[in-house]
């Protein structure tokens, strides 16, 4: 079965600093692996996707993730974090490229920027 | 592109009656959607799959006749939830995706709370 790991339940940053969020996943053939950001009561935005390739993911806002197999990790970085990114983080593995696969998520990273 | 919009985002009713959640794909035909539940500070917990014109896939502990899925079209999904008791209360989130291996993208959620 897969699985995601998130470590850290929460992280503060200061504005302007960089930013790396972990995260590792369990699955027995190519993961799919994207990651989401959540605003509170909101729903959830797709921030960037892997799929194949380059193992080096650009996404919106300035977020890139790096997909290590060797090490069964797809974290995510930002090398300056804005006040705005304050938010909830999850990563989440599929099952395949299909759209119909589900989604296993990570228990989510909260983002806390100071000023 | 790709949006969904989830009606109601709030609602708030007495226990026993029952009450139903839209999902639509605006911009795409969403051959499959799927409606998770989010507890509060926790990660998205999948109830069902649904596919355009089939009964729904539910995920294991999910009550399907509780939980009533129906996805008449390739832009509709409805989740109602019949006689909602206060347990029930969640925050919940469809997600749809189309043909093409496209990720799944999110409504913004609807928060049910029952008195």
């Known amino acids: 079965a897969q699985s995601v790991t998130q470590p850290d339940i929460h992280i503060t940053v200061s504005e302007g600093a960089s930013l790396e969020l972990r995260c590792n996943y369990s699955?027995?053939?190519?993961?799919?692996l994207f990651w989401y950001v959540q605003s509170p009561g909101q729903g959830l935005q797709l921030l960037l996707k892997?799929?194949?390739?380059?193992?080096l993911v650009q996404g919106i806002k300035g977020f890139e993730a790096e997909f290590k197999r060797s090490q069964s990790s797809f974290n995510l970085r930002k090398p300056s974090v804005h006040w705005s990114d304050a938010a909830e983080y999850f990563c989440?593995?599929?099952?395949?490229?299909?759209?119909?696969?589900?989604?296993?998520f990570g228990t989510g990273t909260r983002l806390q920027v100071t000023l | 592109g790709a949006v969904v919009s989830q009606h109601p985002s709030w609602v708030i009713c007495k226990s026993g009656t029952s009450v139903k959640i839209e999902c639509r794909s605006l911009?795409?035909?969403?051959?499959?959607m799927f409606w998770y539940r989010q507890f509060p500070k926790q990660s998205l917990m999948l109830m069902a799959t649904?596919?355009?014109?089939?009964?729904?896939?539910?995920e294991q502990g999910v009550e399907k006749d509780k939980f009533l899925i129906n996805h008449a079209s390739l832009t509709l999904s409805t989740l109602t939830v019949t006689s909602a008791h206060p347990e029930d209360s969640s925050f919940y989130i469809c997600?749809?995706?189309?043909?093409?291996?496209?990720?799944?993208?999110f409504g913004d959620g609807t928060r049910l709370s029952i008195l």
């Open positions: 997600s749809a995706s189309a043909l093409g291996g496209q990720p799944q993208h």
């Open positions: 699955y027995g053939a190519t993961p799919y």
């Open positions: 892997y799929f194949s390739g380059d193992t």
């Open positions: 989440a593995v599929g099952a395949g490229a299909g759209t119909a696969s589900k989604l296993t």
């Open positions: 911009d795409f035909q969403a051959t499959t």
């Open positions: 649904s596919n355009e014109g089939s009964k729904a896939t539910y």
